[in-house]
């Protein structure tokens, strides 16, 4: 599988060269996708003869993914920012100062209902 892999990854190489696209190997990663309950070897993969950092999971177009496909991580992720955006709404929010509710409900609709919910 690894040869196979870096055989590819030369062919990517070469036809990013030919097309004069560049590859950044130092923000590249290699993540192993697989079912299987087995322990995950490390695998060598090099990129630009640039020896690549392998992970469990990657954050590509703000979605966090992991090995498995489980999008456990992507939830505790959104989880923790909601939690501090309405931590930080209820400080702002008094009975006798602070924001009025129809500040705070414009704050959360832009915050969390439009980004996460729709």
């Given at each position: ?81 909601c ?30 209902y ?5």
């Open positions: 599988m690894e040869n196979f892999t870096n055989m590819e990854m030369s062919k990517i190489t070469q036809w990013s060269k030919e097309n004069k696209l560049h590859f950044n190997d130092q923000k590249s990663k290699v993540m192993l996708i697989s079912r299987r309950h087995k322990e995950r070897k490390a695998i060598d993969i090099y990129l630009n003869n640039n020896h690549l950092e392998q992970v469990d999971k990657i954050k590509n177009l703000g979605i966090i993914i992991d090995s498995k496909f489980k999008f456990n991580e992507h939830i505790k992720y959104i989880t923790d920012r939690t501090k955006l309405i931590n930080a709404l209820s400080k702002s929010a008094r009975i006798s100062w602070g924001l009025k509710h129809k500040a705070l409900k414009t704050i959360y609709d832009g915050g969390i439009r980004n996460y919910y729709m």
